[in-house]
């Protein structure tokens, strides 16, 4: 079977399964009434339903994390490197998705450790990478090095004090009376159908 034809089959089984998952998007077109809908109603129904796919990462809470309470990095960490300062980096590293540790297991979110290793590492150059104008660049680096130094540590220092600063957002919530959409439903916790 080829690529083309395997990838058409997935995104086919995924929109499918998520159309009977989810429910009805419209009542003039719905999974019990889908012989009745227009191209463009299912068209849309689709676009509906892969927005919803889309998940984004929660933006930080505006909090330090728990295991960086007084803590200001200052010490070079690498490979190996132990301690309080190595736990507080790897959970204000999983605060965000795009340098998170690991989804599960030693590292993830709520399992990190005191240990600098490979996992430790990895993302520590995710780190790098998203940062490169302010961590890369200015030492002439074009690739991460996974070694957590001076200027990794200002740029980890000044997301740790903008934390400090920023009030936690409270996410408000429509009442169920206004809510006009599955996608605005489901991202307020209610359940469209």
Same mark, same amino acid.
């Given at each position: 079977?080829?690529?083309?034809?395997?990838?058409?089959?997935?995104?086919?089984?995924?929109?499918?399964?998520?159309?009977?998952?989810?429910?009805?998007?419209?009542?003039?077109?719905?999974?019990?009434?889908?012989?009745?809908?227009?191209?463009?109603?299912?068209?849309?129904?689709?676009?509906?339903?892969?927005?919803?796919?889309?998940?984004?990462?929660?933006?930080?809470?505006?909090?330090?994390?728990?295991?960086?309470?007084?803590?200001?990095?200052?010490?070079?960490?690498?490979?190996?490197?132990?301690?309080?300062?190595?736990?507080?980096?790897?959970?204000?590293?999983?605060?965000?998705?795009?340098?998170?540790?690991?989804?599960?297991?030693?590292?993830?979110?709520?399992?990190?450790?005191?240990?600098?290793?490979?996992?430790?590492? =990895?993302?520590? *150059?995710?780190?790098?990478? +998203?940062? @490169? %104008? /302010?961590?890369?660049?200015?030492?002439?680096?074009? !690739?991460?090095?996974?070694?957590?130094?001076?200027?990794?540590?200002?740029?980890?220092?000044?997301?740790?004090?903008?934390?400090?600063? =920023?009030?936690? *957002?409270?996410?408000?919530? +429509?009442? @169920? %009376? /206004?809510?006009?959409?599955?996608?605005?439903?489901? !991202?307020?916790?209610?359940?469209?159908?």
């Amino acid at each position: 079977m080829s690529n083309l034809l395997k990838k058409g089959l997935v995104v086919f089984t995924s929109v499918a399964f998520a159309l009977v998952m989810v429910g009805p998007v419209s009542a003039a077109c719905s999974l019990t009434t889908l012989s009745d809908c227009t191209n463009e109603e299912l068209v849309g129904l689709i676009s509906d339903l892969l927005g919803q796919a889309e998940v984004e990462a929660p933006a930080p809470t505006g909090e330090v994390p728990a295991a960086c309470q007084g803590i200001t990095f200052a010490a070079n960490l690498k490979l190996g490197s132990t301690g309080a300062n190595v736990k507080c980096l790897q959970t204000l590293l999983n605060t965000d998705s795009a340098t998170k540790l690991a989804e599960t297991g030693a590292g993830s979110p709520g399992n990190e450790t005191s240990y600098f290793g490979s996992i430790t590492k =990895a993302a520590v *150059e995710k780190f790098q990478t +998203k940062y @490169a %104008s /302010e961590v890369l660049t200015p030492l002439g680096l074009t !690739a991460p090095t996974g070694f957590f130094g001076p200027k990794s540590i200002a740029k980890a220092n000044a997301l740790l004090a903008a934390m400090a600063e =920023a009030p936690a *957002e409270e996410e408000e919530v +429509k009442p @169920a %009376s /206004e809510i006009t959409s599955a996608t605005e439903c489901i !991202a307020a916790g209610y359940y469209w159908g």
